[in-house]
């Protein structure tokens, strides 16, 4: 009996060092998460970020968060941080970044429903087991740079075979309808930046003292495992047919480039790129495409009056905006696609045109 009842307390002990664990790494705010040297930065970052007024445990969950995977990631960092086996910098793993989804909708329900419903929540499901592109094209590591940056391995270990014959499957089931671009890909709370509180002043302020863009915007590097502010990202420098093409100053444009990219000759269009040519040069990818949800429905109506310089309705005219099978694309659309002999004179518009 006292064998037993020694086992049993054994027992005890050991499932409660688990939520003690992560009370004792969670209780106490940000002060007490400092105290570790892993956590020191980004408690630093934090108190200066734009969700500094935000505690701690509405992002991160706290000691009485209901999912047990969380405890246990707690209590499995305090044994590392005794040990000595702490990284320099805590990360956060891949079911951390899937947990925070829901907390960010919390606040930013008009951002989350966007994205929701648009082509970047797509999941791992979608990217990974389409058999059009796994026929054709062998899957490897440098899917994940932009289709699943933050999975915790390689490609070998998210899907099976790595061969152009099928079927397909994810080793991770949990993966399947899980977002492969969730909003960590683009964003980086802990960024320096007025917090969302302040920004309600900005009206008040005269438009070139106004932000260009949210601090928060940073692309997640996978091979660093850091997030990249926009600042610090390039604008390719385009050409085509060997001219130099305008580009937009719009440094948000710098965060679709990171996948959105051409191949090494820097060609418009060439590789994954969508960069502006023809009549449409020079004009940013956000001028267009919605943020979150990339829709481009009211592009045409926010520059173009209801005619174009030809007297047509823009948005009728034979380009991809009406109709995805054109073949002029509206990316690059010229003039002289559809006028080959030579652009008419600018036509005045005419009052009754305008009825």
Same mark, same amino acid.
């Given at each position: 009996?006292?064998?037993?009842?020694?086992?049993?307390?054994?027992?005890?002990?050991?499932?409660?060092? =688990?939520?003690?664990?992560?009370?004792?790494?969670?209780?106490?705010?940000?002060?007490?998460?400092?105290?570790?040297?892993?956590?020191?930065?980004?408690?630093?970052?934090?108190?200066?970020?734009?969700?500094?007024?935000?505690?701690?445990?509405?992002?991160?969950?706290?000691?009485?968060?209901?999912?047990?995977? /969380?405890?246990?990631?707690?209590?499995?960092?305090?044994?590392?941080?005794?040990?000595?086996?702490?990284?320099?910098?805590?990360?956060?793993?891949?079911?951390?970044?899937?947990?925070?989804?829901?907390?960010?909708?919390?606040?930013?329900?008009?951002?989350?429903?966007?994205?929701?419903?648009?082509?970047?929540? =797509?999941?791992?499901?979608?990217?990974?087991?389409?058999?059009?592109?796994?026929?054709?094209?062998?899957?490897?590591?440098?899917?994940?740079?932009?289709?699943?940056?933050?999975?915790?391995?390689?490609?070998?270990?998210?899907?099976?075979?790595?061969?152009?014959?099928?079927?397909?499957?994810?080793?991770?089931?949990?993966?399947?309808?899980?977002?492969?671009?969730?909003?960590?890909?683009?964003?980086? =709370?802990?960024?320096?930046?007025?917090?969302?509180?302040?920004?309600?002043?900005?009206?008040?302020?005269?438009?070139?003292?106004?932000?260009?863009?949210?601090? +928060?915007?940073?692309? /997640?590097?996978?091979?660093?495992?850091?997030?990249?502010?926009?600042?610090?990202?390039?604008?390719?420098?385009?050409?085509?047919?060997?001219?130099?093409?305008?580009?937009?100053?719009?440094?948000?444009?710098?965060?679709?480039?990171?996948?959105?990219?051409?191949?090494?000759?820097?060609?418009?269009? +060439?590789?994954?790129?969508?960069?502006?040519?023809?009549?449409?040069?020079? =004009?940013?990818?956000?001028?267009?495409?919605?943020?979150?949800?990339?829709?481009?429905?009211?592009?045409?109506?926010?520059?173009?009056?209801?005619?174009?310089?030809?007297?047509?309705?823009?948005?009728?005219?034979?380009?991809?905006?009406?109709?995805?099978?054109?073949?002029?694309?509206?990316?690059?659309?010229?003039?002289?696609?559809?006028?080959?002999?030579?652009?008419?004179?600018?036509?005045?518009?005419?009052?009754?045109?305008?009825?």
């Amino acid at each position: 009996m006292k064998a037993a009842a020694a086992a049993l307390a054994a027992g005890l002990a050991v499932l409660l060092m =688990i939520p003690a664990a992560s009370f004792f790494y969670e209780a106490g705010g940000p002060e007490a998460c400092a105290r570790c040297h892993e956590m020191g930065a980004p408690v630093g970052e934090w108190r200066h970020s734009t969700h500094r007024g935000v505690p701690c445990s509405a992002c991160h969950g706290d000691a009485l968060t209901a999912d047990p995977r /969380f405890h246990l990631t707690n209590a499995r960092r305090v044994v590392e941080h005794w040990r000595g086996e702490a990284g320099a910098r805590g990360q956060l793993g891949p079911a951390e970044i899937r947990a925070m989804l829901p907390r960010c909708q919390k606040c930013h329900q008009q951002e989350f429903a966007s994205w929701s419903s648009g082509p970047h929540a =797509i999941a791992y499901r979608s990217i990974f087991l389409d058999e059009k592109h796994n026929s054709s094209r062998h899957l490897m590591d440098d899917c994940l740079r932009c289709h699943g940056m933050h999975f915790d391995g390689g490609i070998r270990d998210l899907v099976e075979p790595l061969s152009t014959k099928g079927p397909w499957r994810l080793r991770r089931a949990e993966l399947m309808e899980a977002p492969a671009i969730p909003c960590m890909t683009c964003h980086s =709370i802990h960024r320096r930046g007025a917090r969302h509180e302040d920004r309600r002043l900005e009206a008040k302020v005269s438009g070139p003292r106004q932000e260009k863009f949210r601090p +928060s915007l940073a692309f /997640f590097d996978r091979r660093s495992m850091a997030p990249v502010e926009v600042a610090l990202l390039p604008l390719p420098d385009m050409r085509e047919k060997g001219r130099p093409v305008k580009m937009s100053p719009d440094p948000r444009q710098a965060l679709c480039y990171q996948c959105h990219a051409p191949l090494s000759t820097r060609e418009v269009f +060439s590789g994954d790129d969508r960069t502006p040519a023809g009549v449409h040069e020079g =004009i940013s990818c956000l001028a267009c495409h919605d943020r979150h949800r990339q829709t481009t429905r009211a592009s045409c109506a926010n520059c173009h009056p209801r005619l174009s310089n030809c007297g047509l309705d823009v948005e009728k005219m034979d380009t991809t905006f009406a109709n995805k099978n054109s073949r002029h694309n509206i990316h690059t659309v010229k003039c002289a696609d559809c006028h080959p002999k030579g652009v008419p004179a600018r036509r005045p518009r005419m009052a009754e045109n305008l009825d």
